[in-house]
T-cell receptor, first 116, second 114 residues
Framework: KAGVTQTPRYLIKTRGQQVTLSCSPI?????VSWYQQTPGQGLQFLFE???????NKGNFPGRFSGRQFSNSRSEMNVSTLELGDSALYLC???????????????FGSGTRLTVV | AQSVAQPEDQVNVAEGNPLTVKCTYS??????LFWYVQYPNRGLQFLLK??????LVKGSYGFEAEFNKSQTSFHLKKPSALVSDSALYFC????????????FGTGTRLTVIP
């Protein structure tokens, strides 16, 4: 069974550009969450999607957005990139749509974004 | 508000010795607690979780964790450390009464010295 797949693995962008990251959850998983990991802040929750609807959003500026498609694949977009957006972006999926925070998530390997 | 504290940024232990990685939490309602491990250039791998029941939880690779409600702690332990256990460890908490995401600690880097 394939795991959570994130593409691309590495990305270098220039300040002011925008970027789109992709996540394919485990087959059958409909809950997809995104986290930002930085050395100083640890993992910060960005948003969670279930059945193409954003159910929950973390404390990030509006430059960060996401969406989920009917096949449960998800994308996140960051517009007007800043140096501080350099981070590892992790996607996670859960087999349950009801209270996934109880049963846990399976994480992908992440996309390392570097903004120069 | 939910939060997790991992008071040690770095833990060093000799190979073969027992290891402990500490975690305390704050949550409304019943806590659901997780440990994940991250190896270099990889995502997070699930180690173990506590939902309910026995306070001692056994997980992957010989790890275990003890839920202590009175101390609001969920420390990760292993009786005998291996060099291959060297990695970054994250504690996380979820709550039935809160949002449906997990809240993570800042991580503890474990180094096992041969």
């Amino acid at each position: 069974k394939a795991g959570v797949t994130q593409t691309p693995r590495y990305l270098i962008k220039t300040r002011g550009q925008q970027v789109t990251l992709s996540c394919s959850p485990i087959s059958g998983h409909r809950s997809v969450s995104w986290y930002q990991q930085t050395p100083g802040q640890g993992l910060q929750f960005l948003f969670e999607y279930f059945s193409e609807t954003q159910r929950n959003k973390g404390n990030f500026p509006g430059r960060f957005s996401g969406r989920q498609f009917s096949n449960s694949r998800s994308e996140m977009n960051v517009s007007t990139l800043e140096l501080g957006d350099s981070a590892l972006y992790l996607c996670a999926s859960s087999s349950t749509g009801t209270a996934p925070q109880i049963y846990g998530y399976t994480f992908g390997s992440g996309t390392r974004l570097t903004v120069v | 508000a939910q939060s997790v504290a991992q008071p040690e940024d770095q833990v060093n232990v000799a190979e073969g010795n027992p290891l402990t990685v500490k975690c305390t939490y704050s949550v409304s309602g019943n806590p659901y607690l997780f440990w994940y491990v991250q190896y270099p250039n990889r995502g997070l791998q699930f180690l173990l979780k506590y939902i309910t029941g026995d306070n001692l939880v056994k997980g992957s690779y010989g790890f275990e964790a003890e839920f202590n409600k009175s101390q609001t702690s969920f420390h990760l332990k292993k009786p005998s450390a291996l060099v291959s256990d060297s990695a970054l460890y994250f504690c996380a908490v979820g709550s039935q009464t809160g949002a449906n995401n997990l809240f993570f600690g800042t991580g503890t880097r474990l180094t096992v010295i041969p």
